[in-house]
């Protein structure tokens, strides 16, 4: 038996996994997987925490991807990080940059088993900000800038890729380099929030086939852990990386809240397998899920079984079919073989797709209470008997 | 990484960043300081790596871990390679 079929049929324990700590976030970016923003109140407490990591040490777990939300502004965060670091759970944590001070950077560089990963969605301040918001890309870049200061050496510079940035793979290559980072890109899935705007931001067909070249060229130094592995159908080249869905079956998240999902881009009941905070903890929920199991059955390729690139892309990506509202046993939407568009037109004329399962957004714009905080503004200036201000209709 | 090539008539032992973790068809087999993920493919093998702390060279690991004579050539390039990945180390 191959080694990729081992992976197939699942394995002990995850090699790596993602643990978001919290939806809370300082940026709202528009095309957030898992919707973050806010704090949840029933998020896992530090030392619930610890019993994850625990677990991880006893389950030789390698090591787990950190997010959230952005993970660092949990007051607890590096106290985390020393713990798991400290019971040999390498961690690798994704971050906006905002709290990577040049104190911080010095600290980071100076630990062992760990690894940054900043986000940057565009080459330049606009494609990016258009994305992850105003000043994030200045933020991104300072951070950067304190890493490289500090001399923490190959850290990572993670793209997800889109229509307004496909064009400016060379350009975060030498981003890259300039800092000492590696370029790790990875795939718009059109999860969270991503479900509102990945009609607009997903690479076109035409920008795809450039990506393949793209990866066959460069594919060795740059990563993509199991991103683009629908790629394959273009050629008879295999893209370096790991070309299958890892989802429940090498890989999994826990999220905020302790729910562990088959796979980060898929918060949603439907791949719901437990809660760390369940009898038998997380080792329970990866060994006994019957959603795991399932997952780690043969997947039959449907509608694709006939295709002749179903071998080299065994479908593609379960959450990008599931939340543009396709079958699991279709074509996935950005289908090479042209087969996504013509499912995606079938969808659309049915059901209404499935919502992401938690929503924690920031709810739009602050709601400006001026209850007991000096004097009303002068263009707001109250005028009923009920306001509270004590400056009620008064005009000077 | 060593610059001296393998020679299994010397001693070696894992490195000390690496983890190996028990898996059905073998190991998996992780570096912490090159972050590098690989595979042990066989369960012999692994008895092999676990072994050669203990054996005065490598050689001995594989007599120790029941290698047949047939296969040692397979199983010395294999340590050949796991040495120039940094997995394995002099001692």
Request: aromatic share 8%.
């Given at each position: 038996?191959?080694?990729?079929?081992?992976?197939?049929?699942?394995?002990?324990?995850?090699?790596?996994?993602?643990?978001?700590?919290?939806?809370?976030?300082?940026?709202?970016?528009?095309?957030?997987?898992?919707?973050?923003?806010?704090?949840?109140?029933?998020?896992l407490t530090t030392a619930e925490c610890k019993a994850v990591i625990d677990e991880l040490r006893r389950l030789q777990v390698f090591y787990v991807?950190?997010?959230?939300?952005?993970?660092?502004?949990?007051?607890?965060?590096?106290?985390?990080?020393?713990?798991?670091?400290?019971?040999?759970?390498?961690?690798?944590?994704?971050?906006?940059?905002?709290?990577?001070?040049?104190?911080?950077?010095?600290?980071?560089?100076?630990?062992?088993?760990?690894?940054?990963?900043?986000?940057?969605?565009g080459a330049t301040r606009e494609v990016n900000d258009a994305v992850r918001g105003p000043g994030s890309f200045d933020t991104a870049m300072r951070a950067m800038g304190n890493l490289r200061a500090a001399g923490l050496r190959g850290f990572k510079l993670s793209v997800v890729v889109t229509r307004h940035n496909a064009g400016q793979l060379d350009a975060f290559r030498r981003i890259a380099e300039d800092h000492g980072a590696q370029l790790r890109i990875t795939r718009l899935r059109p999860s969270g929030r991503g479900a509102d705007t990945w009609d607009a931001l997903h690479p076109t067909a035409e920008q795809q086939h450039q990506l393949y070249d793209w990866l066959l060229r460069h594919g060795e130094q740059v990563l993509t852990?199991?991103?683009?592995?629908?790629?394959?159908?273009?050629?008879?080249?295999p893209l370096p990386g790991l070309n299958l869905c890892g989802a429940g079956r090498v890989v999994c998240l826990i999220d905020p809240v302790g729910d562990v999902y088959a796979c980060p881009f898929a918060i949603h009941d439907e791949f719901l397998a437990g809660n760390v905070r369940d009898q038998g903890g997380f080792t329970a929920v990866w060994r006994e899920s019957e959603l795991f199991a399932?997952?780690?059955?043969?997947?039959?390729?449907?509608?694709?079984?006939?295709?002749?690139?179903?071998?080299?892309?065994?479908?593609g990506c379960m959450a990008a079919k599931f939340f543009t509202g396709l079958p699991l046993d279709g074509p996935d939407p950005e289908c090479?073989?042209?087969n996504g568009e013509p499912a995606l037109a079938a969808a659309g004329a049915g059901t209404a797709k499935p919502r992401p399962g938690k929503d924690h957004s920031h709810r739009g714009k602050r709601v400006p209470v001026a209850i007991g905080w000096g004097p009303p503004e002068p263009e707001r200036l109250p005028d009923r008997t009920c306001d509270t201000s004590p400056l009620a209709g008064f005009r000077p | 990484m060593s610059t001296e090539p393998f020679d299994a008539a010397r001693p070696y032992r894992l490195s000390p960043t690496v983890a190996v973790r028990p898996e059905p068809f073998g190991a998996l087999v992780y570096d912490f300081t090159t972050r590098r993920l690989s595979f042990l493919k066989t369960r012999t093998l692994v008895e092999v790596v676990r072994g050669l702390e203990e054996q005065p060279d490598a050689h001995a690991a594989l007599a120790s871990a029941d290698v047949p004579e047939a296969e040692r050539g397979?199983?010395?390039?294999?340590?050949?390679?796991?040495?120039?990945?940094?997995t394995i180390v002099a001692r």
């Open positions: 038996m191959k080694l990729v079929e081992h992976f197939q049929h699942g394995l002990d324990a995850p090699i790596c996994l993602t643990w978001e700590l919290t939806y809370a976030c300082n940026l709202a970016c528009v095309h957030c997987l898992s919707s973050s923003g806010r704090r949840d109140p029933r998020e991807n950190i997010g959230g939300g952005e993970p660092t502004i949990r007051p607890d965060f590096w106290e985390l990080v020393e713990y798991a670091v400290g019971n040999r759970v390498g961690v690798k944590f994704s971050t906006n940059g905002v709290r990577i001070t040049p104190d911080r950077a010095r600290l980071l560089a100076a630990t062992d088993y760990v690894d940054v990963q900043l986000s940057l969605d852990g199991d991103s683009f592995f629908h790629l394959n159908a273009l050629g008879s080249t399932r997952l780690r059955t043969p997947q039959t390729g449907g509608a694709c079984t006939s295709c002749s690139a179903y071998d080299a892309c065994q479908g090479v073989k042209g | 397979r199983y010395l390039d294999a340590l050949a390679g796991l040495h120039a990945a940094g």
